[in-house]
């Protein structure tokens, strides 16, 4: 197993894994990391997006919050937006 020692080593790790992206705009997205570069661009696929939306009523002006989730075949996130990327959780043997 490679040697871990900068946190871009971690997502390094995870080409081909499962990972959970929090973007900017209440945008989390979850899906196979496929690749990534240096500005944290990354190709994901097989992906989920969640999207979390503050409504208000106009009737009784009450804030309502919706999460609204779609799929996503393969999709190109700039890194500019990626806030955290949660690489999958590893178990020691």
């Known amino acids: 197993m490679s040697a871990v020692t900068k946190p871009v080593d971690l997502v390094r790790l995870a080409i081909d894994e499962v990972v959970l992206v929090k973007c900017r ?52 996130v700039r890194g500019d937006v990626v806030v955290l990327v949660s690489p999958p959780q590893r178990t020691g043997a």
């Open 25 to 76: 705009g209440d945008r989390d997205l979850r899906g196979r990391l496929h690749a990534f570069d240096e500005h944290m661009n990354l190709v994901l696929g097989d992906c989920e997006e969640t999207v979390s939306v503050t409504e208000t009523d106009p009737d009784t002006a009450e804030e309502i919050a919706r999460r609204r989730t779609r799929r996503i075949p393969m999709i190109f």
